[in-house]
């Protein structure tokens, strides 16, 4: 089964406006935490926001915040005021367990995001 | 230079030919990563180096040799790939302190082409 979910292969939003990408994910650790990656054409893996399972509240990041549902298991992320320049592939991971060295990640497929001016 | 560096950019590589692929992190991290992302593919996982030791070979096939001989570089081998390697490799590195909030913080990546 997959870890990380995501379901849309592509979105479209419109400049200035909000838009969600949505993440499910499959995890049994009650330890773990949530990424969002952006990939620009150029191909670098942008870091957005983390969440950690233990977080109380949703995290935020200037324009983006991760809607953060632990007993649906999702963690979808919100960009508001949408920007031309957020065009890229947006990536979910998850990061389970404390205990082993390395910070390994487990993405999901992406999601292909346009901003239409 | 800041941030994380992957050299070269591209590359075009025969069959019988042996390459490397370079990465440098300027950020000071203790942990290293390789993963390869192929098209309509997740990101896979390949190798973790945590304070220079591997402690990830995940499953990958001995035609890719990784070597760390320091905390900021790390080094993938490449010798007799299959068409199939073909695919963006990306390098990442972390400050591992064995918890949850410690982000990859990745390169550009290096585009492989195996002719």
């Known amino acids: 089964a997959q870890k990380i979910t995501q379901t849309q292969p592509g979105m479209f939003v419109q400049e200035k406006e909000a838009v969600t990408l949505d993440c499910t994910y499959d995890?049994?650790?009650?330890?773990?935490?949530l990424f969002w990656y952006k990939q620009p054409s150029s191909g670098e893996m942008i870091f957005l926001i983390y969440?950690?399972?233990?977080?109380?509240q949703n995290a935020t990041e200037g324009r983006y915040s991760l809607n953060f549902q632990k007993a649906r298991k999702s963690a979808n992320l919100v960009i508001s005021a949408s920007q031309l320049g957020d065009s890229a592939m947006y990536f979910c991971?998850?990061?389970?367990?404390?205990?082993?060295?390395?910070?390994?990640?487990?993405f999901g497929e992406g999601t292909q995001l346009t901003v239409n001016p | 230079e800041t941030g994380v560096t992957q050299t070269p950019r591209h590359l075009v590589m025969g069959m019988t030919n042996k390459k490397s692929l370079k990465c440098e992190q300027h950020?000071?991290?203790?942990?290293m990563y390789w993963y390869k992302q192929s098209a309509k593919k997740p990101l896979e996982l390949m190798f973790v180096?945590?304070?220079?030791?591997?402690?990830e070979n995940n499953s990958v096939p001995s035609r890719f040799s990784p070597e760390c001989p320091n905390s900021s570089h790390l080094f993938l081998h490449l010798h007799t790939l299959q068409p199939e390697d073909s695919a963006l490799y990306l390098c990442?590195?972390?400050?591992?302190?064995?918890?949850?909030?410690?982000?990859?913080?990745f390169g550009n990546g290096t585009r492989l082409t195996v002719t």
């Open positions: 990442a590195s972390s400050q591992d302190n064995r918890g949850h909030n410690s982000p990859l913080h």
């Open positions: 995890t049994s650790d009650p330890s773990y935490g």
């Open positions: 969440q950690g399972s233990y977080d109380q």
């Open positions: 991971a998850m990061r389970e367990g404390f205990e082993t060295s390395g910070s390994r990640l487990t």
């Open positions: 950020l000071g991290h203790n942990a």
């Open positions: 180096y945590s304070l220079e030791e591997r402690v």
